[in-house]
């Protein structure tokens, strides 16, 4: 069992990878200063700034949701119930 684990082939990591790539590739080719103007904020940055930033935006809000939404499960079965909160961490 344990050299089929090291051929496997970890899609996670190539796709991350290939989207962090495009990301870089898309933000080189966007050079030019652009304004942005969000309520009371008002600025002018180069577009690569703008896309790397909200990028990175983009992925804390997809990996924060996640984790928020599974907390919040966890924490109304353990006041439902201790039964559900063990089904709960069992999934995990």
Known sequence: MGPQKDNEIHWRRWIL???I???VIVALQNSQRVSFE???ISFDAPMIVM???FALLGALIGWAAPV???HR???RATRGGAV???EIERKK
């Open 51 to 53: 896309l790397l930033a």
């Open 68 to 70: 928020l939404i599974r």
């Open 17 to 19: 990878g290939a989207l």
């Open 84 to 86: 559900d909160a063990k």
């Open 38 to 40: 969000v309520l009371f």
């Open 21 to 23: 790539a495009l990301v």
């Open 73 to 75: 499960r966890t924490e």
